[in-house]
């Protein structure tokens, strides 16, 4: 069953699109502040977004913006405001669809209907779709070898991107710094282990918001290091 996100300040307007989207068979849930939507999209999966563009705490454009930095889900705005500017800016952002208030549910949901068809027919095509990690806010794109974080993309030189990766891909399995040299560098660790030691470092000050409690890679004492999810 298809997941849709709503994110509007107007609580009425909210349950009552969640209504007639869930008697269309649609899972729906709501946040009322930017925020807390952007957060929820970022980091759970959702199917299409349902973004209202006065909000508080982060608009509807700002959020439409970060979200199309790492998702490729169908975003409809909706506003109030008819202005055509705002029009472009929004769909310029990457948002799929502007509906202007007042409308209709029924007008709502045939819209999330045709953009739900269209994204399955574009997911289920021959078009290569990049493999990617998604953990608690961290996105690894392996194909494209980029990294994001809570929808902040940073920069990671070759090595590090590998070792993240590796790691990733290998959760709860904890690697001595001899075998996670001899996985990436492809060589033996004799007298080298001390760079898996940088590399940890410098890939915890991207991903992690403390260093000295690690979220994502944890020092295993005496051992080496593990990736928790």
Request: glycine share 6%; charged share 35%; proline share 3%.
């Amino acid at each position: 069953m298809s997941r849709i996100l709503i994110v509007e300040d107007e609580v009425s307007i909210a349950e009552l699109e969640r209504d007639y989207l869930e008697l269309s068979g649609f899972t729906v849930e709501i946040e009322t502040d930017g925020k807390a939507g952007l957060e929820r999209i970022l980091q759970e999966d959702f199917d299409l977004l349902i973004l209202d563009l006065m909000l508080p705490e982060v608009d509807g454009f700002e959020i439409c913006r970060k979200v199309r930095e790492v998702k490729n889900l169908p975003i409809m705005m909706v506003s109030a405001k008819k202005e055509d500017i705002d029009k472009i800016r929004g769909l310029g952002l990457g948002a799929d669809d502007y509906i202007t208030k007042p409308f209709s549910p029924s007008e709502l949901v045939a819209r999330v209907k045709a953009h739900m068809a269209r994204y399955e027919r574009l997911v289920g095509s021959n078009t290569p779709v990049n493999e990617t990690i998604e953990i608690r806010g961290l996105r690894i794109d392996k194909t494209a070898r980029r990294v994001w974080i809570n929808g902040e993309e940073k920069n990671f030189t070759t090595k590090e991107f590998d070792l993240l990766t590796f790691l990733a891909q290998n959760p709860n399995h904890v690697y001595t710094k001899e075998e996670l040299f001899k996985k990436i560098w492809d060589m033996e660790s004799i007298g080298d282990i001390a760079t898996v030691t940088v590399h940890i470092k410098k890939i915890r000050e991207k991903i992690e918001m403390n260093t000295a409690k690690p979220q994502y890679i944890e020092t295993i004492w005496g051992v080496g290091y593990r990736f928790k999810v």
